[in-house]
């Protein structure tokens, strides 16, 4: 097996007699910016069977991620050989069942082989002998896939951009792509549901190409985010799971240690500060990084809200000093920040998270000039796993509970991170908006089903079971049928918010030419997922503060919850729904096909004072802003337009 780890891959799966579009595809890599801002090398890999051929283009690792970028061989050309390509933070080893390269391994346990490869990660696979490619995302959704098919040939990449350039106008936006504009938001389901020639693979969803003849042979597998429950789902008291969740956290920071992890991104909160803590833990005497990030002007402007209580500073600095690492305290000027709007439009490849993405960049982009050379390390993926978030109690739980035993639940109640969506829908013309309800209904109801496919066998739902009797919550039932729910729930976050926020810290890793690790979702550490809510539960996340009793100071054990920081400028709120006016100015964009001229005119001229409509930090001014990226995406992307009845 020759494993090539790279920081981005697109290739095209052609019949042996028909040759891949080679010019094209190098045309699509010299059209995505973040290729032209690092002029990294491209890595051609061109084999040839019998009845396929495979052609791919990748963006190798930078030296300083410390690791080999290509291995062993950099020009595969033998038809046997067997091919992975491997976009993911890892460093390119091979371990565990994943060293196994027989061929009856590969074809008799694929589904095992994949689960084994490293997360987050997107893979590409082709056993030139076998003359299969498969296609695989992991289950924790941080690393995207996307594909073509068209006639004798397959197109595949890991940024949408890529395809887009290839296709250049030869897309049709689907019917359901109005509800995931505009009620969805940065939070694309997978699958077809935007372009109708663009498939999206699913967390978790490997498909696997050979061919029959004149068609294309698809074989489907599927891992899950919870494979097993393994035997931490055996009943235990709560001190004995929190301490063996300290000790299944410290491993997995150990392990990004010995991946050369030597810094941390710091806000001061539990996840990032434990993080710190454990790898000074494991580099008692070594030299550690850690950087955070504030904005200019807060101290003036800072409105403190439920959802984001308090500022980091104090914090960072308690937790700095506890640890000992040399520190960069990132300050972002909202001019940055405001000039940085346009250029996001090729980041994700979809509209995204606005100000917040670019805070992102910008900040890694800071920290990258400081310190490239070693690994980063982040608490992303613990509020998933922990229940961290806001809505992770109450009316979510009853709500989750409800679905597994299969009693009849508002299931929009189930996506708590996607709100307001009825006042965001009055902004379109009737007829979209009546078409845009009925498609993001099917839409969510599909978003159910796999989360409970990611489910162990043994805890999923049981929707054709005779109903239990009382409702299920964390106030009354079994503590088994809390601690399902609890698991449920916290699949659930992870595969429909969670890997939207990995994805954007993947996609600006890459940017800037981070290499970023991800403990917190480190399989042994997500099997605690269940026994979430164990322990105290007057701050969230009970168990995991438990878990970190002595290890991360007081302050920072017992500090409330509090998202990824965003600037309260004023300048920031003028310029972000300056942003959305600019549609005004462009009264034929394809936009006006689906917005209602006059409801956006008062939207945009006298905006409510509160629209929280994504995840915790997007408000009304976001939206407006938002609503020209939706109008800057369809310009650039220029796909025909469903029919009105659709």
């Not at 050369?260 to 909160?269: C, M, Q």
Request: proline share 7%.
């Amino acid at each position: 097996m020759n494993v090539y780890a790279v920081a981005d891959f697109s290739g095209i799966l052609s019949f042996a007699e028909f040759p891949p579009d080679r010019e094209g595809l190098a045309r699509a890599w010299n059209l995505l910016p973040a290729s032209r801002s690092s002029d990294p090398p491209i890595e051609a890999f061109d084999t040839s069977g019998t009845s396929l051929r495979f052609y791919a283009l990748g963006t190798p690792l930078k030296a300083g991620h410390g690791k080999t970028a290509l291995l062993p061989n950099p020009s595969p050309s033998s038809r046997a050989q067997r091919i992975l390509l491997a976009d993911t933070p890892w460093s390119g080893r091979l371990g565990g069942a994943a060293a196994g390269t027989e061929r009856r391994h590969l074809a008799g346990a694929l589904r095992e082989y994949l689960a084994s490869l490293p997360q987050p990660g997107a893979y590409a696979l082709w056993d030139g002998e076998a003359e299969v490619l498969t296609l695989y995302r992991d289950p924790t959704g941080g690393r995207t896939v996307f594909l073509r098919a068209e006639g004798s040939s397959l197109a595949f990449a890991t940024h949408p951009e890529l395809l887009f350039a290839l296709y250049p106008g030869k897309w049709r936006l689907c019917p359901e792509a109005v509800a995931v504009l505009f009620a969805y938001g940065p939070a694309r389901p997978p699958g077809s549901a935007i372009l109708c020639e663009l498939y999206e693979l699913a967390p978790g969803e490997a498909l696997a190409f050979s061919r029959r003849g004149e068609d294309f042979l698809l074989r489907r597998e599927h891992t899950r985010l919870f494979a097993s429950a393994g035997s931490a789902a055996r009943p235990k008291p709560s001190r004995d799971v929190s301490a063996a969740l300290r000790e299944s956290l410290f491993a997995s920071v150990r392990g990004a240690y010995r991946e050369g992890a030597r810094g941390v991104f710091l806000s001061g909160g539990l996840d990032s500060s434990a993080v710190l803590a454990l790898l000074r833990r494991s580099a008692p005497a070594e030299a550690l990084f850690s950087a955070s990030v504030d904005y200019e002007g807060e101290d003036a402007h800072f409105v403190a809200s439920p959802l984001l209580p308090e500022r980091d500073a104090a914090y960072v600095g308690i937790m700095v000093r506890a640890a000992g690492s040399e520190h960069r305290a990132v300050v972002l000027s909202v001019e940055e920040i405001v000039s940085s709007l346009r250029a996001l439009g090729h980041f994700r490849g979809f509209p995204g998270m606005l100000d917040v993405d670019a805070a992102l960049l910008l900040f890694f982009r800071e920290v990258s000039g400081w310190n490239a050379e070693i690994a980063w390390l982040t608490g992303e993926g613990a509020d998933e796993t922990f229940a961290g978030y806001p809505w992770a109690e109450g009316t979510f739980l009853r709500a989750a509970a409800a679905h597994r035993t299969g009693r009849r639940a508002d299931f929009r109640r189930l996506f708590p991170w996607m709100r307001h969506v009825d006042e965001r829908l009055a902004l379109l013309r009737p007829e979209a908006a009546r078409a845009a309800r009925v498609r993001l209904d099917e839409l969510l109801l599909q978003a159910l089903g796999r989360t409970d496919r990611h489910l162990p066998e043994e805890s999923a739902p049981s929707h054709h079971a005779a109903p239990l009797p009382g409702a299920v919550h964390p106030d009354a039932g079994t503590a088994g049928e809390e601690e399902e729910a609890v698991l449920w729930a916290s699949a659930h976050t992870a595969l429909h918010f969670g890997s939207v926020l990995l994805e954007r810290m993947a996609r600006a890793g890459k940017a800037t030419g981070i290499r970023i690790l991800f403990p917190f979702l480190d399989g042994d550490v997500r099997a605690f997922a269940r026994f979430a809510r164990r322990g105290e539960s007057s701050l969230r996340k009970p168990l995991l503060r438990e878990a970190l009793a002595g290890v991360v100071p007081e302050e920072i054990r017992l500090r409330r919850k509090s998202p990824f920081p965003k600037s309260h400028h004023p300048q920031l709120v003028r310029s972000l729904r300056a942003r959305g006016e600019e549609l005004l100015a462009a009264p034929q964009a394809r936009i006006w096909s689906f917005l209602d001229r006059g409801a956006v005119v008062r939207f945009l001229r006298n905006p409510p004072p509160r629209l929280p409509w994504f995840g915790q930090l997007l408000d009304a001014p976001h939206y407006a802003a938002y609503l020209a990226e939706v109008h800057d995406w369809l310009e650039r992307v220029r796909p025909r337009l469903p029919d009105r009845d659709s």
